[in-house]
């Protein structure tokens, strides 16, 4: 995944997806320290870093902070490596932050309820927690079909299955070479609705301040594919 995983300026590295989410990351971080579970490669953190706020990370694939690495040193991001829902960073931060569906990688609610909690942790009174997901695509499956294909094109297919029961989906990406031999890598994820994560955060001491269909605002309604909500605790006093 790391070895592939950098598109520069295409796919989710292209700038309309990365400047609206740093826009308002830096809004959302008010002038404070940012820590971002599950850096990976620094899509975000070093366009966020650049901007002028201090980021943290924690990453869990060393070959994914590798990546990292050749863009920014351990002094510009420093990286702890870990799970994001149980390792722990010394600093004072304003604002943590998860993006691009990575909690559902946390395949137990006990431990998307621990992501929560990590990020309570790491912030003081009034800080913010930030999740961007997206909204389990149920309702397109026909009755008594598991499965079905979110993108296709020319050398390249995907497709989710789901385990209703178990609340679990395996994202399976499908490319094809030259030589059109198939490279398959698949992603087992949780997905989560957006009321059962409000339910995680308010087990964490958080309140839900804001939700957003996406990074520029628009407004979330039953259609939206996907969210972006912000959670705060209590202020001191």
């Known amino acids: 995944m790391a ?13 309309e997806k990365v400047d609206p989410a740093v826009a308002r990351l830096v809004e959302l971080a008010g002038g404070g320290a940012a820590l971002e579970f599950a850096v990976g490669t620094g899509r975000i953190a070093v366009p966020l870093a650049a901007a002028g706020v201090p980021v943290t990370g924690i990453e869990l694939s060393e070959p994914m902070i590798a990546r990292l690495r050749t863009k920014a040193d ?8 870990g799970d994001m829902a149980t390792t722990g960073v010394p600093g004072d931060f304003s604002l943590v932050y998860l993006v691009f569906n990575t909690i559902s990688n946390l395949l137990s609610q006990a431990e998307q309820v621990e992501c929560f909690r990590n990020a309570a942790r790491h912030l003081g009174p009034g800080g913010r927690f930030v999740v961007e997901l997206g909204v389990p695509d149920l309702r397109r499956l026909p009755p008594g079909q598991d499965g079905l294909v979110f993108a296709h094109r020319e050398g390249y297919v995907g497709l989710d299955t789901f385990d209703i029961e178990r609340q679990h989906l395996v994202s399976h990406h499908i490319s094809f070479d030259n030589r059109r031999e198939p490279r398959v890598i698949r ?12 339910l995680m955060a308010q087990i964490a001491g958080f309140g839900l301040e804001a939700r957003h269909a996406d990074w520029q605002g628009s407004e979330f309604t039953g259609e939206s594919r996907s969210h972006v909500s912000v959670y705060r605790l209590p202020a001191a006093g």
């Open 74 to 81: 351990e002094a510009a991001i420093p990286v702890t490596v």
């Open 3 to 15: 070895q592939g995983y950098d598109t520069p300026g295409e796919g989710m590295f292209a700038p």
């Open 187 to 198: 992603v087992r994820q949780r997905y989560v609705w957006p009321a059962e994560l409000d």
